[in-house]
């Protein structure tokens, strides 16, 4: 008989729950990440990204001062100045100098840029996430590669496997047209290799440098205050089919809100890449919400006692929306925020940045409950849930070694 848990009624689109109404445990199913570790299914393990930003940094103040001097006749300038302050973005970091980023070579050449800075800086973050997980890459079943600001066929995977040391059978996955959701994608996409390949392990490397998307002859408000908004950085992590500290991941989704497939879009001219913003997008989180409430209610929990959320923060209007229609307090997103404040919105890698703060925090409490979500193009959501853990197996050989000092000591007194 089907599970009426996961026919109920789903909430209606673009409206928003009363206020302290939550579902009730499926009675059935009731915890699933508690069953599932009884039934001993495997349960793949996000573990702590690594991060890199470029060396040239931009300040919201000189951004401000660029975008008064450039557009000084703008006819909309004032309101563009006040929406850029109205981000919090204080700083941002670039792959060229702002000298550089402002001047347009061309796509070929924007995209040679791409590929050799790609190639110069992706390396160190990778071998950074691989020794977070305790990994190396001859353990590394499947590489995830996620970046919508550059182009390259072969994907940086087929270079990655090459230079690295990885396993020429290692399975490659490209992700190049999700923009920001691509991140939640990823992770999702790893968790379901490690459900159907249990005890593989999944690399994903997400390489955004939107500074090479600017275009100087985009002057549209959504344009100019894009150009205010968008940073560069790479990012990695490893989810492990076995062991493994970090998120556990228990359930994913995805959702597409209809017919909104032109509010973020990429029009592809000769001189590259022009982002496209419509104004309806900053109140996409009214439709998004359910959505996250429906995937938590679904797996047996509840937003409200959850403990931490990690999102995409693709700016200040998301974040704000997302307190107010899930009721919670602005600190569940402290780690989304701090992300945009100081490196700006880094499309995919936002969500890996987000994690790898609260890592920097000290983590989570043991069986701690979170969600991760990346919006993007489509409109897409990309939603993960899951539980904190610890690495088990190095817990198991932790008691195993206390037990054999314990004996030693006894033998060695006696």
């Not at 590394?140 to 496997?161: E, H, N, Q």
């Amino acid at each position: 008989m089907p599970c009426v848990w996961t026919c109920r009624p789903r909430t209606s689109r673009g409206t928003r729950r009363p206020s302290g109404v939550t579902r009730s445990p499926c009675p059935s199913h009731g915890d699933e990440s508690l069953r599932s570790r009884e039934r001993g299914e495997p349960m793949a393990t996000l573990c702590r990204p690594a991060i890199a930003v470029p060396e040239h940094v931009i300040t919201m103040q000189q951004t401000l001062d660029l975008a008064r001097e450039t557009h000084a006749g703008h006819p909309q300038r004032d309101l563009v100045l006040r929406l850029i302050q109205n981000t919090g973005v204080q700083t941002r970091h670039l792959v060229q100098p702002i000298e550089k980023t402002l001047r347009h070579p061309g796509f070929e050449a924007r995209n040679q840029v791409y590929e050799a800075e790609a190639k110069t800086r992706v390396p160190e973050v990778v071998r950074q996430a691989l020794a977070n997980a305790e990994t190396d890459p001859s353990e590394i079943d499947l590489i995830v590669y996620v970046s919508c600001t550059g182009f390259m066929m072969p994907s940086l995977t087929a270079w990655i496997i090459n230079s690295m040391g990885f396993r020429p059978e290692t399975r490659q996955l490209p992700i190049a047209q999700l923009g920001c959701a691509a991140g939640g994608a990823a992770i999702n996409r790893a968790h379901d290799f490690c459900l159907a390949y249990p005890e593989s392990n999944v690399l994903i490397v997400s390489c955004e440098f939107c500074s090479l998307c600017y275009q100087p002859t985009d002057i549209g408000v959504g344009s100019l205050l894009s150009n205010g908004l968008f940073g560069d950085a790479i990012s990695a992590a490893v989810v492990r089919g076995q062991g493994g500290t970090g998120m556990r991941l228990e359930r994913n989704g995805s959702h597409l809100v209809p017919d909104t497939e032109d509010w973020i879009s990429y029009a592809v001219r000769d001189t590259g890449f022009h982002f496209q913003l419509d104004k309806r997008v900053p109140g996409t989180m009214e439709m998004l919400a359910p959505v996250l409430l429906d995937l938590v209610d679904l797996h047996g929990w509840s937003v409200p006692n959850m403990d931490f959320f990690i999102v995409h923060a693709g700016g200040p209007r998301i974040l704000d929306d997302l307190c107010h229609f899930l009721d919670l307090p602005p600190e569940m997103f402290r780690y989304s925020r701090a992300t945009l404040t100081e490196r700006g919105n880094i499309a995919s890698s936002v969500v890996f940045d987000a994690l790898a703060r609260l890592f920097d925090d000290g983590g989570a409490a043991e069986s701690a409950q979170g969600l991760i979500a990346g919006f993007g193009p489509g409109i897409t959501a990309e939603v993960a849930v899951g539980s904190w853990a610890k690495d088990d197996l190095r817990a198991e050989v932790g008691h195993d070694l206390d037990e054999l000092e314990l004996t030693a000591g006894v033998a060695l007194s006696g």
